[in-house]
């Protein structure tokens, strides 16, 4: 179990982050991912942590942002995988609220929504966003390449029943590449379908860090507007999701664990490493020896220097 942040988030404010699964335990490997290529591949649940050990790790957190007198917007499970993957979401949920009281959120690329069990723990949270980059079968495998069990028109069914069911806020994010989910016909499908769920926002994104498949990238501003302008003919209440979140990110003072703990599921520029640098009183010779131990990589995506955790 890992807790992180609180990190600056275009969607959520101030987010404390949960990483509730193994690394790169996922049933997508998608091109675009932040974090890399999927290293397990898997779409059965399992116990990854005790939720005690989550209780108490998040006690210890929140007593340390009340000293530095740090709010939170949201307490939000997102993985370096896939978050619903975890059997131990729905009681983890449950434990926040009752503890905390703080709003709850869980972003996930919706591959087991159509399992009835998730989409009950999914109704502890208060806020849940679903992935939708594809209508179509064979686009849906090129862009976000499924575990081979997965089925695209059980999703969808899946994620209908949840948005009729879900009374807390629900949204979905399509993240468009570049050759692969940006044509018009494409983007046509996709909104009808998302025309139908009872969404209150979806975001249309582009990849803004390292992709895990070379030569990803996000489409020309004009096929971005396109799509948005798409989505609003359809009904459907829509934002961008394009930019950068900002370098706000909350430290412990101990930058190894610092960075350790967000590249995991965060890649940073190296403007906000050089701000934690600066709020732990240390120097980049740290962020050397990580680079040297291979515990984090440094990266360049559109002439910028991302660090990754490895």
């Not at 675009?32 to 399992?46: A, D, F, H, N």
């Not at 029943?161 to 009374?167: I, M």
């Not at 993240?175 to 940006?182: A, E, F, Q």
Request: contains cysteine.
């Amino acid at each position: 179990m890992r807790i992180f942040g609180p990190v600056p988030s275009r969607r959520l404010g101030k987010s404390l982050g949960i990483n509730n699964v193994r690394p790169k335990t996922c049933s997508y490997s998608c091109v675009y991912c932040q974090l890399g290529i999927t290293e397990k591949m898997q779409i059965e649940r399992e116990e990854f942590y005790a939720v005690e050990d989550l209780q108490n790790e998040l006690k210890e957190t929140l007593a340390n942002l009340d000293k530095r007198k740090e709010k939170l917007d949201y307490i939000t499970f997102v993985a370096d995988g896939e978050p619903t993957l975890d059997k131990n979401l729905g009681k983890s949920l449950k434990m926040i609220k009752e503890l905390t009281g703080i709003k709850t959120a869980v972003i996930s690329n919706a591959s087991l929504i159509a399992r009835e069990e998730v989409r009950e723990e999914l109704k502890n949270a208060d806020w849940v966003s679903l992935k939708c980059d594809a209508f179509s079968e064979e686009i849906w495998h090129k862009v976000d390449r499924p575990q081979g069990k997965l089925n695209l028109s059980k999703i969808q069914e899946g994620m209908k029943k949840f948005s009729k069911e879900f009374e807390g806020e629900f949204l979905t994010e399509t993240m468009l590449v570049k050759g692969i989910n940006d044509k018009r016909d494409e983007l046509e499908k996709i909104a009808n379908f998302i025309a139908e769920l009872n969404t209150d926002s979806s975001y249309v994104a582009i990849p803004t860090r390292p992709p895990a498949k070379q030569g990803i990238e996000g489409p020309s501003p004009e096929k971005i507007n396109m799509a948005v302008q798409i989505f609003k003919e359809k009904g459907i209440k829509t934002e961008y999701l394009i930019g950068y979140e900002g370098n706000e990110f909350s430290s412990t003072g101990d930058l190894r664990k610092d960075l350790l703990n967000i590249t995991s599921v965060h890649p940073l520029k190296e403007e906000a490493v050089e701000e934690l640098i600066k709020k732990c009183s240390s120097d980049w010779e740290e962020v050397e020896k990580l680079i040297n131990e291979e515990k984090i990589v440094r990266t360049k995506f559109k002439d910028e220097n991302y660090y990754v955790r490895k």
